[in-house]
């Protein structure tokens, strides 16, 4: 899994899950329609209109797949919605100094990389994105490197199952489907041994 973007900005620390995708939408078990819904309070005036101004309504937005945030993102409830409407608008990776601990594992579980870079590193990413806005980052899942236009090469840690299932391009149940003849093989040999013992 390797790609790159330009990248969106919302730079707010302690974005929480209602903020991403308020509590309303959560009574749907589809993904289908929810990047409509990504941050839809900021995103939208009372009467349903956009608003022009916010970034997820440009369309420099809608064609990155890379979303910069500030600190702590992903606080509050644990709603797998959250990536879910991330991953619909269209990003594959959410760059941050920090994320809350269940929506990082949700988001892993739905192919979205939770980014992890230093304050300094998300400062010198911040002061090119002021000078260029329109650069583009290179993240590589399976070297595990991060870079930007002009910018150094950053190590980032991932997971090892998670890394897997990303290059792979499956979730866990895939990931167990991967593995369908052995366990089917497993299984008749351990109705042969129960039939063995009951005879």
């Not at 608008?89 to 230093?118: C, E, H, M």
């Not at 010198?124 to 090469?153: K, Y």
């Not at 391009?169 to 167990?176: F, H, K, M, R, T």
Request: charged content about 20%; aromatic content about 10%.
């Amino acid at each position: 899994m390797k790609f790159e973007s330009t990248v969106t900005q919302i730079q707010a620390d302690n974005i929480d899950t209602d903020q991403i995708i308020p509590a309303r939408f959560l009574k749907t078990i589809s993904k289908d329609g929810l990047g409509d819904q990504l941050f839809f309070d900021w995103r939208y005036n009372a009467d349903g209109s956009p608003k022009p101004e916010f970034i997820l309504n440009t369309d420099k937005a809608k064609a990155s797949k890379v979303l910069f945030a500030g600190d702590n993102f992903g606080c509050g409830s644990s709603r797998e919605h959250a990536p879910w409407a991330l991953t619909q608008y269209g990003f594959q990776a959410v760059i941050s100094t920090s994320f809350a601990d269940i929506f990082k594992q949700n988001s892993l579980k739905n192919r979205l990389l939770p980014l992890v870079v230093s304050r300094d590193v998300h400062q010198q990413l911040r002061d090119a994105l002021a000078a260029n806005p329109d650069l583009t980052v290179s993240v590589d899942v399976e070297t595990q490197i991060f870079t930007w236009t002009g910018g150094p090469a950053v190590a980032f840690a991932i997971d090892p199952f998670a890394k897997h299932c990303l290059l792979a391009g499956v979730d866990e149940i895939g990931y167990v489907l991967q593995h369908e003849p052995q366990i089917a093989a497993y299984e008749a040999q351990r109705i042969g041994t129960l039939n063995t013992l009951a005879s």
